[in-house]
T-cell receptor, first 113, second 114 residues
Framework: TQLLEQSPQFLSIQEGENLTVYCNSSSVFSSLQWYRQEPGEGPVLLVTVVTGGEVKKLKRLTFQFGDARKDSSLHITAAQPGDTGLYLC?????????????FGKGTHLIIQP | NAGVTQTPKFQVLKTGQSMTLQCAQDMNHEYMSWYRQDPGMGLRLIHY???????DQGEVPNGYNVSRSTTEDFPLRLLSAAPSQTSVYFC?????????????FGQGTRLTVV
């Protein structure tokens, strides 16, 4: 069974601070996805990283896939209250798709004004 | 665009009752799946389907049945509800795009079993 460990589980910081969320596994994944979930809604995809060492930027969010494709990180620069939410990492096996995802338990992020 | 539609949004059941959670997608996706989300447990796969007529078990299938008679619909049936099945249920779909394929989720069904 593939497992994904996310840390921290909870994070509350002030607006304008920087933060990093980690997603680690002992297994190799074909790709790794990051989702954001707001209360009462389903997860929404932020980014997919496929190649070991890959870095992707989405405005103030920077995503990195580890060289060995076992871990990933999400870095947020100058966090805003609108970044508040549950961040989930999900590892995909070679099939990809909605059936082949292994989710971490998530990081609850609160950005205080 | 509708995307993935789940009904109902909220449901309360008594122990032993049965019910069906509905899921429909209008994106012509081959893959569909059901997850449950519990505090501190993340999203866990219940059942999935890679196409009409094909279903398989995920990580936590006990107490649930599924069928996939059409590409669009993937209902989840609770045979005899138990308090342990109190959870938020999400349906997801995706295309056969291979690795890195995005999963699209519905808004969820919050189920309470008393």
């Amino acid at each position: 069974t593939q497992l994904l460990e996310q840390s921290p589980q909870f994070l509350s910081i002030q607006e304008g601070e920087n933060l990093t969320v980690y997603c680690n596994s002992s297994s190799v994944f074909s790709s790794l996805q990051w989702y954001r979930q707001e209360p009462g809604e389903g997860p929404v995809l932020l980014v997919t990283v496929v190649t070991g060492g890959e870095v992707k930027k989405l405005k103030r969010l920077t995503f990195q896939f580890g060289d060995a494709r076992k871990d990933s990180s999400l870095h947020i620069t100058a966090a805003q209250p609108g970044d508040t939410g549950l961040y989930l990492c999900a590892g995909a096996d070679s099939r990809g798709g909605a059936d082949g995802l292994t989710f971490g338990k998530g990081t609850h992020l609160i950005i205080q004004p | 665009n509708a995307g993935v539609t789940q009904t109902p949004k909220f449901q309360v059941l008594k122990t032993g009752q049965s019910m069906t959670l509905q899921c429909a997608q209008d994106m012509n996706h081959e893959y569909m799946s059901w997850y449950r989300q519990d505090p501190g447990m993340g999203l866990r796969l219940i059942h999935y389907s890679v196409g009409a007529g094909i279903t398989d078990q995920g990580e936590v299938p006990n107490g649930y049945n599924v069928s996939r008679s059409t590409t669009e619909d993937f209902p989840l049936r609770l045979l005899s509800a138990a308090p342990s099945q109190t959870s938020v249920y999400f349906c997801a779909s995706s295309s056969l795009g291979g690795k890195g394929t995005e999963a699209f989720f519905g808004q969820g069904t919050r189920l309470t079993v008393v």
